[in-house]
Nanobody, 121 residues
């Protein structure tokens, strides 16, 4: 079973920066897509930033220009560098990993337990 472990969450003031890390263990092969989602109470979990094995990045419009996702594929590790944090970035952030079929559709999806990011005024 694939395990995803996040670290780096915490409380910061608006305008500050924070970096999250996630390490995947137990992956028998290459992780097709790896990155981050977030969720606040009463809302659906939403994509924040992900990267595929070719280095293609996908970002939520709300974080473009402020957040950067990166991967170290040999270590099955993904990072999220967050700058210019806003109050609305407050959420529980979940590491996300996908394995795909030949048509590049998800075969299986794994989630970390989440790490809280709180942005204060």
């Amino acid at each position: 079973q694939v395990q995803l472990v996040e670290s780096g969450g915490g409380t910061v003031q608006a305008g500050q920066s924070l970096t999250l890390s996630c390490v995947a263990s137990g992956a028998g092969g290459s992780i097709a897509v790896m990155g981050w989602y977030r969720q606040i109470p009463g809302k659906q979990r939403e994509l924040v930033a992900v990267m595929d094995t070719d280095g293609i990045e996908t970002y939520a419009d709300s974080v473009k220009g402020r957040f950067t996702v990166s991967r170290e594929n040999a270590k099955n590790t993904v990072y999220l560098q967050m700058t210019g944090l806003k109050l609305e970035d407050t959420a529980k952030y979940f590491c996300h990993a996908e394995f795909h079929d030949d048509a590049r559709r998800p075969l299986s999806v794994f989630w970390g337990q989440g790490t809280q990011v709180t942005v204060s005024a």
